[in-house]
């Protein structure tokens, strides 16, 4: 079923929000932010033929695809483009907002010319091959499906300006916490129980929850203790059900928790191990200076929020393959990060600057197709709702932007659409 009424909405959102995110750039490079998110969101992909034969132009497709080849190579265009939409997206973030930082790869397995390529671990298959790491951070409250697309940075260990995995995480971190004000709860998987990672988010007073290898030293009532040691004894002074659904299939778990006032060696923050039995033969152990008070609730928030991060995965996933990433053919660096804010504002667009009323509308005219999608899938319905927009925009024949486009310079939207 098809709505051309319903298509026209989603493409003056789009002119409008790309205005929001290309603020500060001139007027052909404003073109192209709007050219291209429309273009990812129209064929679902990164490929520049393609988001070119959206655009409908009365020229050749390879002009068409020239000029944005072109345009995307302009320097400066993802910090500005991520420093407005962090501006935009600051918003939505509250003082408890999850922040889920996700490191995860590229894996370009054929390809041998584009720049810096490094190895990295395929987060699907576990092979090591050519490809490009990338840090996310997505924003997320508790108990909502909502969720806030916040960063989506790429880099190679042999690019120039590399300096260190951690250096690129504490990066992102930086950008997010100077646009959120310090607001947030940082949290990360165990790859983020690194010295490097603990001192400079606790010397910047940000929040966090990190789960722990177990192989740290922690310091309880004055000695140094290993923490899988110290989670091993920890009394479960609480218990829960829990469902987990993956891959479609729910599995229940019962589970104890319960937690120790620690510090790290060398500090004097107060920290908080909260100790977790029953996902799995060994203690989940989750680092945090967030305030866990001798409650029920205190110390559910903390394991709720990292078990939250499970749920955001399947988000990064779907920005991975309703966007066709891995199918990125960009051969220079800096184009190749340009497109990943791209990918990033795309992302934005269909889970926030969508209206609720607008998404339910896609949804409905997608029913068929986005039913399938949405068993299985407990967040947000990114994949239906991606599916839906690409088919509603695909009926459009017009051109996407008139040579008479007025763009506005702010951040604020405009009351009217154009």
Request: proline fraction near 3%.
């Amino acid at each position: 079923m098809y709505s051309s009424k319903i298509a026209g909405k989603i493409r003056s959102q789009i002119r409008n929000f790309s205005g929001e995110v290309s603020t500060g750039l001139c007027k052909t490079a404003r073109r192209f932010v709007a050219e291209g998110i429309y273009g990812i969101q129209a064929r679902q992909t990164v490929m520049l033929s393609e988001i070119g034969r959206s655009l409908n132009e009365a020229i050749a497709l390879k002009k068409t695809e020239t000029r944005l080849s072109n345009q995307l190579g302009r320097p400066g265009l993802e910090a500005t483009m991520v420093q407005n939409l962090q501006a935009l997206a600051a918003r939505r973030i509250e003082d408890d907002t999850l922040l889920i930082v996700d490191i995860s790869d590229i894996t370009k397995r054929y390809a041998r010319n584009m720049e810096y390529l490094t190895e990295v671990r395929d987060g699907s298959t576990g092979e090591i091959g050519p490809g490009y790491w990338t840090v996310q951070v997505i924003g997320a409250e508790l108990d909502e499906v909502h969720m806030t697309p916040l960063a989506h940075h790429l880099y190679s260990q042999r690019a120039p300006d590399f300096v260190s995995e951690n250096e690129e995480v504490l990066e992102v971190i930086r950008e997010v916490s100077q646009a959120t004000e310090g607001r947030g709860v940082y949290v990360l998987d165990r790859g983020g129980d690194r010295r490097k990672l603990y001192d400079p988010l606790l010397e910047r007073s940000l929040r966090f929850i990190i789960r722990m290898t177990g192989e740290r030293h922690v310091i309880y009532r004055g000695q140094a203790v290993l923490s899988r040691e110290l989670g091993a004894r920890c009394p479960m002074g609480y218990a829960e059900r829990m469902v987990r659904e993956k891959d479609g299939k729910e599995k229940m778990y019962h589970i104890e928790y319960g937690f120790r006032n620690v510090r790290l060696p060398g500090r004097r923050e107060e920290l908080y191990l909260v100790v977790v039995r029953g996902f799995g033969q060994e203690p989940m152990l989750l680092l945090t200076n967030v305030r866990v008070k001798k409650s029920r609730r205190a110390c559910f928030f903390v394991l709720h929020a990292y078990i939250k991060r499970w749920q955001v995965e399947e988000t990064i996933r779907c920005m991975k393959q309703s966007y066709d990433l891995e199918n990125v053919r960009l051969l220079t660096y800096e184009r190749l990060q340009n497109m990943m804010a791209l990918v990033l504002c795309a992302m934005y667009f269909a889970a926030v600057h969508l209206g609720d009323t607008l998404r339910l509308e896609i949804l409905a005219h997608h029913a068929l197709k986005a039913a399938k999608r949405l068993y299985g899938i407990p967040d947000f319905r990114y994949y239906a709702l991606a599916d839906g927009v690409k088919r509603l925009l695909e009926g459009f024949t017009k051109p996407f932007l008139s040579k008479t486009h007025r763009w506005v310079d702010s951040l604020q939207m405009n009351l009217f659409d154009p």
